[in-house]
């Protein structure tokens, strides 16, 4: 158990995947709050909605018309933050010249894909059983080894995989014209987080550098297996279930914490058990897991304050053109990022010192944990209808 202290005291707390720092102040929570509050949703959205750009056979933004799909869709976003096609920009690199140094850009080219999780626009996934969410899991890993470089060192799972997991042609986005160096599987749900549709959806980012996030925890899990010899997640996650006090759900393959340097109110921390570089090292049974896991993760979420939780949700896993160290230093798990706070419309903010300085959060992850291992059974809202 931690020391008792940390309940009551301001202190910081290490993150090992980044390498960063965050400040810990618990007896915040006895504050007074007159800031802003968010009003919850109240309004019950139909099954289908023929207004919805990603209902079944509706027209999209641009014209195009979504298939009468059953259940995973997946298509090239028709507002692409990244494209394939553009114009080349190569500036020369003058070591003496304070502008070179100072001013530096590189082009940035992939492509970004929406993912369906359902052809029901009035459900989350807290709403779907785990045997609902296999699908969507399966879409992801057939995107991610479709899209895996030729020398991949996991090029061979990849093809058992592809051979294993049934084709949907509804969720087919074609292949590349060039070689990514990296996929983002994200989500964001509720308006809280941007999202401007509620059908249920996730995107995919394809781009052609690996990003700062992924990009750190990947360097932070190297260093600490070349000092160590062992897996950075592999031992926290043995840690973590030891100790218990942070873990919220467990099941063969998966356990979820609130991890030790959690920034967010109730961030969540999904870590495969065994060493799982990426979706194609998954077994079926490690897909229902992990599916299981997410169910588990996102109705706890809805029960805690009985509202539609927003959250940002994604995985990291190993980069799609990499070398063989990478592969091997990646360990695959799914980080969830919700901004809740006190209640259905109180929300955390990174404001203030929190931009200026290191991140702060008020409840402990060891609090936070037993709130959301309180929150168990059946989803809310089923006993309302």
């Known amino acids: 158990m931690p020391d008792p202290v940390l309940d009551d005291i301001s202190h910081r707390r290490y993150n090992p995947l980044t390498g960063s720092w965050l400040l810990v102040s618990p007896h915040r929570t006895k504050r007074p709050w007159q800031g802003q509050q968010e009003a919850p949703s109240k309004s019950k959205l139909p099954e289908y909605d ?23 869709f997946a298509f090239q976003n028709d507002y692409s933050a990244v494209k394939e096609d553009q114009q080349d920009y190569n500036p020369e690199v ?54 895996m470089a030729a020398s991949h060192p996991l090029k061979e799972e990849a093809a058992r995989v ?13 292949l590349p014209k ?11 749900k509720g308006a809280a987080m941007g999202c401007s549709n509620p059908h249920p959806h996730c995107q995919i980012w394809t781009t052609s550098s690996l990003p700062e996030e992924p990009g750190k925890e990947l360097a932070e899990m ?22 218990g006090e942070r873990v919220v759900f467990q099941n063969a393959g998966f356990v979820v914490v609130c991890p030790w340097w959690a920034v967010w109110p109730f961030e969540v921390l999904i870590i495969a058990k065994r060493h799982v570089r990426a979706l194609v090292d998954l077994t079926d049974d490690e ?16 029960n805690l304050f009985e509202t539609n939780f927003p959250y940002s949700s994604g995985i990291h896993q190993a980069p799609l053109d990499c070398t063989p160290e990478e592969a091997e230093t990646s360990w695959f798990h799914m ?9 259905a419309t109180v929300r955390k903010f990174l ?12 409840i402990t992850p060891e609090q936070a944990a037993a709130r959301l291992r309180d929150c168990g059974g059946e989803l809310y809202r089923k006993s309302l209808e």
């Open 162 to 174: 592809l051979e294993s997991i049934p084709r949907n042609p509804d969720a087919e986005v074609g």
């Open 287 to 302: 897909r229902s897991q992990f599916a299981e896991a997410i169910q588990d993760v996102t109705r706890r979420y809805d």
């Open 351 to 362: 404001v203030g010192f929190e931009l200026l300085a290191e991140p702060q959060r008020d």
């Open 50 to 72: 023929p207004k919805c750009f990603l209902c079944p056979g509706n027209s999209r933004a641009q014209g195009d018309s979504n298939p009468k799909y059953k259940n995973t």
């Open 335 to 343: 980080h969830f990022y919700p901004p809740l706070l006190r209640s």
């Open 222 to 243: 190297s260093k600490y297996q070349k000092e160590h010899g062992r897996h950075l997640l592999g031992d926290y996650a043995k840690l973590e279930i030891e100790k």
């Open 94 to 147: 003058n070591k003496d010249d304070v502008a070179s140094i100072l001013l530096k850009a590189q082009p940035a080219t992939g492509r970004c894909y929406v993912l369906t999780f359902s052809a029901k626009h009035d459900v989350t996934l807290a709403d779907m059983t785990s045997q609902e969410i296999v699908p969507v899991i399966e879409t992801w890993t057939r995107i991610y080894a479709s899209h």
């Open 178 to 188: 060039q070689q990514p160096r990296y996929m983002q599987v994200f989500e964001n």
